[in-house]
Every structure is written in structure tokens, then in C-alpha cells.
């Protein structure tokens, strides 16, 4: 079975990018990178913006098609493309746009000159400003028979039947030799490369054309359907793979196949980079890293370890499988076939054995095929001399003693003085239950080193010792001699060399987590997740450089060298790659772009001083690496603070609700701290948070302090000087009220009563004027203690009321006769009155009303309730108040104003500070000859009364 893995003719290892990974369209036409970075695709979908993570697809309303080629960039940074109508669209600030312009010839070629753009249409060519994109004059020229055109340099090259013209941006049109191919047949597609030189592509054959020169090519596909030229080289893409040629006709690889020739090819471009974006109808992009890296699937066995001799190359698989590789007739021989892993694979030299593990340790002799198990669970194995293997296995590490060999060995004092168990071959050098790593000999000072899980461990053949740094114990997962140097891999996957005097080197990093180590000759490779480095020991200073980088992030199980190419071991196959083409660490730095930055989700890209509400901003970025398995990792820092990882696979950076002041965003990507970027602004204070603001603020609060300072010391002298009068008027109360006692309490009272109590004495009816005593007793203490009261009971006062009026009445003889009327629904004992409120108007009624009427007298009182108002009415039928003031004024009755004036003054000052006032009305009754009939007063009282405000 022949495997190819050094044809030529083989197809270049690449990274599909397709629908799978968000290509839009798996027909692509075109890809372009402009000046920032970013990769364009023209595709059946329209035009997209890749930025190695993600595809951004730009689409307007004016387009009659989606699909189209011939992305260009002008030097305001827009992205132009047109589409297969032939109509041209554009990309600024992050939107597409229409061209105005008039019906296309169809789809050509247009060319975008320093200040022109330059477009065919149906009456010949319109020149546009190519900064106001205005039309500014066309040239008028029968396209009718245009075969190509095309822009070299700064001229616009146009192709007709039977001429053939340029034309430079100012319109100066210059006439051409006309262009044929040799076989007279019309010109297809046609590139420019610089000023004259072009290249010439008809169905059946293609030629450089250099000042009317003719170079022909020898390749014959069905046709093209484009080509770029590339580091001196043609690249013609057709429908069966891409075909390439320098100048002078000779392919870029000795075999004139073209690459990919199961792939329709329609575009080919090489990015900043170095890598090679192969365009397809079906399949998308194929992203090449390098041309010189192949991939061969092996029938998907997925190699695990490799080891090279004699051009063979023997890999043991994660299968179980273990195959022999003629590399030079490409002829495989399945050696062995295990259900286990095989973890280690050795090929002896000097015995010419393959070692390997599959579970446990097998020795296959090349000229027969003798499986020899020995011990399990070995971790690595190395020849030591023609008698001993020195091997590293899970619990133990130590000598392998080969069988029949009576021969003398340096190593035999230390291997009996660990004399094996009888019939096996095999002694532990290290301590019991010590887990082996790792095994490797320095020839050059007979020292053998053991990795182990509990420390390095140096053995010479006088004994063991482990080596230490400082008194701790040194942890390695793997170790290597190269030139007479040893190295070792810590746990923490850096590299340190070990001195033969038992000392350590400081670390090498920078190299990344590394994996494993191997040496091949004066060569050491290092493995780290995803690269392969590599160093000369025979050099005094090692000096590391990238030989490969994985495509797809695969892997890297093992690896090879021979004949200058590096055999790689991933899961996916065996891949090989040139080793003298060594792969710089970096092309080119990462790309890192600010897309747009939006604040509170509106896009803002001026992004100076924001408002105080302008506070959520967005960084929309994009890192530009388009290399297979690159993970650059993102920093940022705010106003010099620490630097802080963006996330992972984001494009964004949100700043949320950012408090006022100035702000430095700063962007780093690992390992390239001079490609920092930084974006400023500044958020404004509020304007609460503004100094005019505070000061006024202060200015407005000092003046309303001021006049609520004013205002509560007037409100404290009101309330003094009313605390004072109200002091006063109840000092001129007590006094009213004593005077209103006086005067209900007046002599004529007492007089005509102990006059009438000293009758009844003088009459012997001590029944009589003991009754009458008691009554007038229980008046005058009744009449005092309501005195101290401010409130008492209705009841009260209508029991003061009936004993007073029984005690005038027997001062009447049998002429007087008075009634108290009650409504039904008063409750006396819930409500509460003002004391003696009552008494002086009945006392004015019987004095003023009833004392000078002759005949009858009548005095009744009724209490009833409306709404909260207690209504009393106090009735005679006496001679009026007008008559009575006559009499009075005669008489000159000093006492009358005494019960008048004093309850007047009670009343203002019951009244005071109430909603509800105390009410009395006066009602003078008279018959129709208009005499006086009698008086009614009418007292209101407000059962629920509330204070003014």
C-alpha cells in the first residue's frame, strides 16, 4: 500500500472554513484583506467581514444581487465589491451603500484609481470623484466588443475585438497594439500586475504579456476562472484545483498537477500572515497555513508514538496497531495488533528489537517476529549498554537485564547488589512504591536519571542518590539527554537542565505549558499544547524556534524527524512539513481594531465627554489573527489599574452604569505590549453634582433657613403673646366667672331666700323651711363645684338649672311655672358642655323677662340635637328685652350687666382657636299689635368642634 506522504502533488493540510463555522455561503468568489486587517468575502450571500472569529454580512435594499466578486479598497477605507449584474456597492461606516450610477456593460472589471473611480457602462466610461463619489465626465467609447479589462498600476486596460486601450484617471485615452493569443482566440479573464504587465487567459492557453511579449503557458485545463500572482508566481484557479507558474512557465513544485483538483477553485489570496485562502463554488474557504504541510489520514489508525530507522518509520497507535513505513517506497507491513494503546514505542539499534507497551512490555526482533513480554506498566524504556535496559514503570524504576548475556557491564555491581527474585531479570533501584516517570542516560558521565513522583533520582553504577534544590524535593514528568546535556520537564510544564553536579538550571519559560520532550540526534524538540520547538545542543546557547504549529488545535502526540522533514503524530493522521522551512514565531503581530463603541446602546464613536446618564458603554473590538489554533488572549486595564483577561470568544467589553470622571481604557494582547491601544473620554457630573448646582442649592437652603428661622421666631413670639393673653383671658375668665357667680349668687337671691327659709321658721313649718334649705344648699355647693370645671355633663347642668328654677319659683308664689324638654335621642351623660352655659340666660329670662310681667309666667327649656350641634332654646313670655332695658335704666339695676358682660366675655373666650363657634341668637316675640310677647334664646353648641389652623 503506497501512502504518498511526501508527493508533491498532494494537497497542502488545511482548515476548512465553511457554513459549519458561520461562512454564510459555501460558494465563494472573492476574499480580500483591506489596510486594517480584516478579511472580505464575496460570496452567493453577498459581502462579509470575517475577523478570524466571526463573519459580519453587509446587504442593502438597493441590490438587484447578492452574489458578486472584485473587492477593492479606495483610500477613504471603503470596501467596494460588485455584484454579477454588474452594479457596484460599498461598505462605510459599517453599512452598505449603492452606487449611483447608470446601466452596467455587465460584469467587468472597474478600477479605483488615488482620486477616480472608474466604471463601465453602456455609452463607455464614467469617471466618479472617488472622494464625493459625484459623477464627474464620461468617456464615450464603444464597449460593444470588449473581450476583459482590467486595472495594472494606475491605467485601466480595455480589451476590445479588434483594439486595445489604456486610459489614466484624468481620461487620457492611449491606443495598444491589438492583443491576440496565439491561436487567435478572445482574451477571458485578464489581471493586472503592474504598469504593462498582465496576464492573458483564453480557454485553451494562457500568456504573460510584457510590452507586446508573449510567454505562453503549458497547461490546458477546460478553463479559468481567475488568477493573482503571488511572490512571483502565477496562480491559476479552475474548476479542477489551482495551478501554479512563475514568469518564465516552471510550476512552484516539480509536478505540473495543480493543488486541490478535486476542489472548483475560484479566487486564491495570501494574507499579512502568510497563509493562503484558496476560494471555492462548494466547499467555502480552504485556509492553508503552509503549502509544505501535508496530511495523510492513515486510515484513520491515529498515531501515538513515532520512531524513525533505516527509512522505516514505526508508529504505535492509540488503536492498538503497531505498522512499518518503508519512507522510501511508501510501503506499509501491519507489525502487531493490540485491543490496547500503545503508549512506548523503541527501536534498539544494537539489537535491532522494537520495544513498545501495549499494557505490557514487548520486544519484536526485526528478522523474526518474537513477542517477549517481560513487565507491565512501563512508562518509557532506553538501551544502557549491549546487557541493560534502564526503564521507568508505574511503582518502581530500574535495571532490565537482556537474557544471555554473560558479557561484563559497568552496571553490574549495582544491579546485584539489588538482586532480583529468582527466574526474573529485572531489579528496582528506587525505593518501594515510588512511581516511575520518566528514564534517561548521559553517556558522557555514566549517570542515569529517574523522574519519579517523589523526586529526580541520579544513579551511577557505585548507587542512587536523590538530587534536591535547596533540601526540597525536585518534581519531573519528564527527562532527555541531548550532547551530553540532560534536561527535564517540570510538573509545571517548564524546562530546567540538570548539571552533572546534581545542581539545577533556572527555568526556560516563555515556550508555553510544554508536554513532552524528545531528542533526535545534537537536536532537542519541545511540545507544548498546539507548537514544536526546537533547539541545536551542540550550540552554546540553545536558542528555540518554532518548527510547526497545529492546524485545527490538534494534539501533538509524537514526532519525527527524517530526512529534513518533521513526521508529526496528532489523532487525525500523520502530518509532514519541510523542517529546513521553519516557521517564524509570528508573521505578523495580531490585529487589534475598535469596530465601534456604543453608549446606552446607541453607536457613538466620537466618544468624548458623555452625560451623566451616558454612563453604559460597549466596546465592540475584533483581534485579527487568522492562523489556525491562534489564542491570543485580550487584556485591559482602566486609568492604569490591573490588567484584566477579556473574556474568551468575546468581541465586547461592557463598562455598566461608569460613575463621573475621566477614563483610559487600555488594550494589550499577551505577549505584544507595545501593540497596546487605548480609548479616552470623560463623563460629566450630574447636574446636582455641579458646583453652581451645590452652591445655589447652598444659597436657596441658607435662604429658606433663613426665612423658616424668621418665621418659626415670629411663630414662637405669636405663640408667647397668645400663651400670655391666653393667660391673661383666663386670669379675666376666673374673674368673669366669679363675677357671673356673683351675679347668679346675687343678694336679692340669698335674700329673698333666707327671707322665705326664715317664713317657713317663723310660721313653725320646719317641713317647709328645712326642704327649702336643703334645696339651696345643694344649689350653692352644686354651683361651686361646676365653677372649677371647664366641660360638665348635660346632666349636670340641667340639675343645676331645675334646682335654681324651683327655688325662684317658690319666690313666685303659684305664678311661675317653667318645663325642661329633653329629645330622646341626647345622651346627657356623653355629652359635655361648657359649665353654668345655661344659667345666666334662664337667670336674664326670670330677672329681666318675668320679674315685672303681671299675671302667669311661663319659662320652658328644651335641649334637642342637629347634625353635631346641641340646640337649647330658652323661652319666656315676659315683656321683652326692650322693656326691661326701659325698666332697668329707671331703676338704674347696677347688678344687670354684672351676668350679661361676664358670660359676653366667656364666650369670646370659649370661641377662640375653634372651626366651630358658640352660637347665641336672640328671638323678641310679638303679638300683632306689635307688643312684646316674650324672648327666646337660641344656644348652639358644637358637639365636635376642632381647633383652627
Not at 624 to 631: H, M
Not at 864 to 890: A, F, P, Q, W, Y
Amino acid at each position: 500500500m503506497v501512502y504518498g506522504l511526501f508527493c508533491a502533488a498532494q494537497d497542502p493540510y488545511y482548515l476548512p472554513l465553511d457554513k459549519t463555522k458561520g461562512l454564510p455561503s459555501n460558494a465563494v468568489y472573492n476574499t480580500f484583506q483591506d489596510s486594517k486587517g480584516f478579511v472580505w468575502v464575496a460570496h452567493n450571500e453577498g459581502l462579509s467581514r470575517y475577523d478570524g472569529r466571526q463573519f459580519n454580512t453587509y446587504t442593502c435594499k438597493e441590490q438587484t444581487s447578492k452574489a458578486g466578486s472584485y473587492i477593492k479598497e479606495d483610500r477613504f477605507g471603503r470596501i467596494w465589491y460588485k455584484n454579477f449584474d454588474g452594479f457596484l456597492y460599498y461598505v462605510e461606516n459599517d453599512t452598505m451603500k449603492a452606487l449611483r450610477m447608470n446601466k452596467p456593460t455587465g460584469f467587468n472589471q472597474y478600477a479605483i484609481m488615488k482620486n477616480t473611480l472608474m466604471v463601465q457602462q453602456t455609452r463607455g466610461i464614467d469617471f466618479f470623484d472617488l472622494q464625493t463619489l459625484r459623477l464627474r465626465k464620461t468617456l464615450f467609447i464603444d464597449l460593444s466588443t470588449l473581450g476583459a479589462s482590467l486595472q495594472a498600476g494606475n491605467l485601466f486596460y480595455l480589451l476590445l475585438k479588434d483594439s486595445a486601450v489604456t486610459i489614466n484617471e484624468n481620461g487620457v485615452k492611449r491606443g495598444l497594439p491589438v492583443i491576440k493569443t496565439p491561436r487567435n482566440q478572445p482574451v477571458q479573464i485578464c489581471e493586472g500586475i503592474s504598469d504593462n504587465v498582465f496576464l492573458l487567459l483564453n480557454n485553451q492557453c494562457s500568456e504573460v504579456y510584457n510590452e507586446n511579449r508573449i510567454k505562453k503557458f503549458n497547461v490546458s485545463p477546460a478553463y479559468f476562472q481567475g488568477f493573482e500572482y503571488i511572490d512571483s508566481f502565477f496562480w491559476l484557479c479552475s474548476p479542477k484545483g489551482v495551478y501554479t507558474y512563475n514568469q518564465k512557465g516552471e510550476p512552484l513544485h516539480p509536478s505540473p498537477d495543480p493543488f486541490f483538483p478535486s476542489k472548483n477553485v475560484t479566487h486564491v489570496m495570501r494574507d499579512k500572515q502568510g497563509q493562503f485562502w484558496i476560494s471555492t463554488t462548494n466547499e467555502g474557504i480552504l485556509l492553508v497555513p503552509e503549502l509544505n504541510l501535508r496530511i495523510n489520514t492513515l486510515n484513520n489508525i491515529k498515531p501515538n508514538r513515532l520512531s524513525v530507522w533505516q527509512n522505516n518509520l514505526y508508529i504505535g497507535s492509540r488503536s492498538g496497531k503497531v505498522i512499518q513505513i518503508n519512507l522510501i517506497t511508501q510501503k506499509i507491513n501491519s507489525l502487531w495488533e493490540s485491543p490496547q494503546e500503545v503508549s512506548q514505542l523503541f527501536v534498539d539499534t544494537i539489537e535491532k528489537l522494537i520495544c513498545f507497551t501495549a499494557g505490557e512490555l514487548y520486544f519484536n526482533k526485526t528478522n523474526g517476529f518474537n513477542i517477549w513480554k517481560k513487565t507491565a506498566a512501563v512508562k518509557e524504556i532506553i538501551k544502557l549498554d549491549s546487557k541493560y535496559y534502564a526503564i521507568a514503570m508505574s511503582g518502581s524504576g530500574g535495571l532490565l537485564k537482556w537474557d544471555n548475556k554473560n558479557s561484563i557491564s559497568v552496571w553490574d555491581s549495582l544491579y546485584n547488589a539489588n538482586i532480583p527474585e529468582p527466574g526474573q531479570h529485572f531489579v528496582s533501584l528506587l525505593k518501594q512504591n515510588e512511581r516511575g516517570k520518566s528514564v534517561c542516560f548521559n553517556k558522557k558521565y555514566n549517570t542515569l536519571y529517574f523522574a519519579t513522583n517523589i523526586g529526580i533520582f541520579a544513579a551511577k553504577p557505585v548507587g542512587i542518590t536523590e538530587l534536591t534544590r535547596s533540601g526540597q524535593h525536585v518534581y519531573a514528568s519528564r527527562a532527555t539527554t541531548c550532547n551530553g546535556k540532560t534536561f527535564a520537564l517540570s510538573t509545571q510544564g517548564d524546562l530546567f537542565e540538570i548539571y552533572n553536579n546534581g545542581t539545577f538550571s533556572p527555568p526556560i519559560t516563555g515556550l508555553g505549558l510544554l508536554r513532552n520532550i524528545k531528542t533526535i540526534g545534537h537536536l532537542i524538540l519541545l511540545i507544548n499544547n498546539n507548537r514544536i520547538f526546537v533547539a541545536d545542543c551542540s550550540q552554546p546557547t540553545l536558542r528555540f524556534k518554532t518548527v510547526y504549529r497545529s492546524v485545527e488545535n490538534e494534539e501533538i502526540n509524537d514526532v519525527a524527524l527524517w530526512n529534513n522533514n518533521l513526521l508529526i503524530a496528532v489523532n487525525k493522521g500523520l502530518i509532514t512539513s519541510s523542517f529546513l522551512t521553519t516557521r517564524p514565531e509570528q508573521k505578523t503581530k495580531p490585529g487589534f481594531i475598535i469596530n465601534k463603541v456604543t453608549v446606552n446602546n446607541t453607536p457613538n464613536n466620537l466618544l468624548h465627554e458623555l452625560s451623566a446618564t451616558e454612563n453604559d458603554v460597549i466596546i465592540h473590538y475584533s483581534v485579527l489573527n487568522y492562523e489556525p489554533g491562534a489564542d491570543d488572549r485580550l487584556y485591559y486595564n482602566i486609568n492604569k489599574g490591573t490588567w484584566q483577561i477579556c473574556p474568551p470568544g468575546s468581541a465586547t467589553l461592557n463598562l455598566a452604569s461608569l460613575s463621573p470622571g475621566k477614563y483610559l481604557v487600555e488594550f494589550r494582547l499577551d505577549g505584544y505590549p507595545a501593540e497596546q491601544k487605548n480609548l479616552q473620554f470623560s463623563i460629566a457630573k450630574a447636574y446636582w453634582q455641579q458646583w453652581w448646582f451645590i452652591v445655589t442649592c447652598a444659597v436657596v437652603a441658607s435662604f429658606i433657613f433663613l426665612v423658616y428661622y424668621r418665621w418659626r421666631l415670629n411663630s414662637i413670639k405669636k405663640q408667647n403673646n397668645l400663651l400670655l393673653e391666653k393667660i391673661e383671658l383666663e386670669k379675666n375668665l376666673g374673674q368673669y366667672m366669679l363675677t357671673a357667680i356673683k351675679s347668679q349668687m346675687n343678694p336679692h337671691f340669698f335674700y329673698n331666700a333666707l327671707n322665705t327659709i326664715q317664713s317657713y321658721i317663723f310660721s313653725d313649718n320646719k317641713k317647709q323651711a328645712a326642704y327649702y334649705l336643703n334645696k339651696f344648699s345643694n344649689l350653692t355647693r352644686l354651683i361651686l363645684e361646676m365653677s372649677e370645671k371647664e366641660t360638665v355633663k348635660l346632666s349636670e347642668e340641667i340639675k343645676a338649672l331645675l334646682l335654681y328654677l324651683e327655688l325662684e319659683k317658690v319666690r313666685f308664689d303659684q305664678n311661675f311655672n317653667f318645663s325642661i324638654n329633653i329629645d330622646k335621642n341626647i345622651d346627657t351623660d356623653m355629652i359635655r358642655i361648657p359649665s353654668m352655659m345655661v344659667q345666666p340666660y334662664v337667670e336674664n329670662a326670670i330677672k329681666h323677662g318675668l320679674l315685672h310681667k303681671k299675671g302667669n309666667k311661663e319659662l320652658h327649656i328644651s335641649f334637642s340635637r342637629t347634625n353635631e350641634d346641641l340646640l337649647i332654646e330658652v323661652s319666656d313670655n315676659g315683656i321683652g328685652r326692650k322693656l326691661s332695658t326701659e325698666i332697668n335704666k329707671v331703676r338704674m339695676e347696677k347688678h344687670h350687666s354684672f351676668s350679661t358682660g361676664a358670660n359676653s366675655k366667656r364666650l369670646e373666650i370659649l370661641n377662640r382657636g375653634r372651626l366651630n363657634a358658640i352660637g347665641v341668637m336672640y328671638i323678641d316675640h310679638e303679638d300683632e299689635n306689635q307688643l312684646a310677647t316674650g324672648t327666646t334664646v337660641k344656644i348652639t353648641i358644637p358637639i365636635k368642634s376642632s381647633p383652627k389652623t
